[in-house]
């Protein structure tokens, strides 16, 4: 006798930077397994993939995840998380003082997170009196691989401008990028001053995330601490 198939509730959300609605399902067992097959390797990249993986999976809309601006990816996953295993999320953290550092236990509201939202800065962001380059905001894809440590090191920096440059105005004239190969977009960037690279920074470290700040009281000594969580892997560490 064949088993009985259960109905999975459908949910609408927000896409945060193209203001594009999509239709979704909570994550299910299935799915479960792969985050948490990636959580015990630790490894970032995994991780990412994995999540990626599992949101293609549960965006009913035709929907190229991989295209997604990172930000997008925390924010969809969190939907999912809050439909699929409750809008609480348990934590330990850790009390700020040096000299005590006990790990409180604390709850977090995924529905009271703020929405990322695109800050207003330039873009394109002119280098020169004719010269400009329109940047687009990292992707999982462009993520995978890369520490915190290699993505703020210039190296790692450059590396990643020549991924998310996507078009070159020069006077009347677009250069668009993806007909360039890595080794002209290299040239390219080595030949920017110090201030021309440290606005086209700007705008990397400018992209937003979800986070929100939390107050508690050190149940061991009492202090009051204020943490800051930022990122997915604040919220499931």
Not at 36 to 61: N, P, Y
Not at 191 to 214: D, I, R, W
């Amino acid at each position: 006798m064949a088993l009985p198939k259960l109905n999975t509730s459908r949910y609408l959300t927000t896409i945060p930077s193209s203001g594009k609605e999509v239709e979704y399902r909570p994550y299910l067992v299935k799915e479960e397994k792969i985050l948490m097959m990636a959580l015990e390797t630790k490894d970032q990249s995994q991780i990412l993939r994995a999540v990626a993986q599992v949101i293609q999976e549960c965006i009913i809309d035709d929907i190229n995840v991989s295209k997604l601006a990172m930000f997008d990816i925390e924010y969809l996953f969190m939907q999912l998380r809050s439909k699929a295993s409750g809008e609480i999320i348990d934590l330990k953290l850790p009390c700020e003082l040096e000299t005590c550092k006990h790990e409180n236990n604390f709850s977090v509201d995924i529905t009271k997170i703020p929405v990322p939202v695109s800050p207003k800065i330039e873009n394109p962001i002119s280098l020169t009196d004719n010269v400009s380059v329109e940047m687009r905001w990292p992707t999982v894809s462009d993520l995978q691989g890369m520490t915190h440590k290699q993505l703020t090191s210039m190296e790692g920096a450059t590396d990643m401008f020549t991924k998310l440059i996507v078009n070159i105005f020069e006077d009347e004239q677009i250069h668009s990028t993806i007909n360039e190969t890595k080794a002209d977009m290299l040239a390219f960037i080595d030949s920017l001053n110090a201030g021309q690279f440290a606005k086209m920074s700007n705008f990397l470290g400018s992209m937003p995330t979800v986070e929100t700040n939390v107050n508690f009281k050190c149940t061991k000594c009492n202090h009051e601490t204020k943490v800051e969580l930022k990122g997915l892997q604040s919220f499931f560490t």
